[in-house]
T-cell receptor, first 117, second 118 residues
């Protein structure tokens, strides 16, 4: 079974400081992993995805995530937070990699990122 | 980029009435659309997978007679909440996967519909 656990429901950082949003996953197979961001009153936007290529994945807006199989983690980081980064972030695992044609996504609970000026 | 339009963005209805939510892919064809439900402070939960021209596949615990899904064309899927009750109040989001001849994980999301049942 696929599942993800986002370890922090809320993270607060000051503008210009690093961001770390933690995610651990559970998967019976080699997973595909994603980070999505949801800004208020907007749809979800894909930040980045891991699909068994390079373990360090670079996404949009300066975000990146590292896939660590030994730790079953896929933490999202950014060196320097910006006010516009304030949003809710979802870590997601997909079952597409195990041969399923459905490509269903399983979401974590989300982490609300607050950025202080 | 690809755009998914979800309508309405916000709806209030009386208990016992039905509400229809539309999900349209505006500039691409989507053979598969997904419907999610988000409870406050919780994650998005997949409700059902909708394939054009066939019956939707519902996740365990989702009442298919209550949440009717129709995917009659390659650009439109609808979710109808029948006989809505206050516990159905939630944020519903759809996503669509473009058809490019192969299965692709790239999904595009609507902006969601906030349903409040009085």
């Amino acid at each position: 079974a696929q599942s993800v656990t986002q370890l922090d429901s809320h993270v607060s950082v000051s503008e210009g400081t690093p961001v770390l949003l933690r995610c651990n996953y559970s998967s019976s197979y080699s997973p595909s992993l994603f980070w999505y961001v949801q800004h208020p009153n907007k749809g979800l936007q894909l930040l980045l995805k891991y699909t068994s290529a390079a373990t360090l994945v670079k996404g949009i807006n300066g975000f990146e995530a590292e896939f660590k199989k030994s730790e079953t983690s896929f933490h999202l980081t950014k060196p320097s937070a910006h006010m516009s980064d304030a949003a809710e972030y979802f870590c997601v695992v997909s079952d597409l990699s195990r041969g399923s044609t459905l490509g269903r996504l399983y979401f974590g609970r989300g982490t609300q990122l607050t950025v202080w000026p | 980029g690809a755009v998914v339009s979800q309508h309405p963005s916000w709806v209030i209805c009386k208990s016992g009435t039905s509400v229809k939510i539309e999900c349209r892919s505006l500039d691409f064809q989507a053979t598969t659309m997904f419907w999610y439900r988000q409870f406050p402070k919780q994650s998005l939960m997949l409700m059902a997978t909708s394939n054009e021209g066939s019956k939707a596949t519902y996740e365990q615990g989702v009442e298919k007679d209550k949440f009717l899904i129709n995917h009659a064309s390659l650009t439109l899927s609808t979710l109808t909440v029948t006989s809505a009750h206050p516990e159905d109040s939630s944020f519903y989001i759809c996503s669509a996967r473009p058809y490019r001849g192969t299965v692709s994980e790239k999904l595009f999301f609507g902006s969601g519909t906030q349903l409040s049942v009085l």
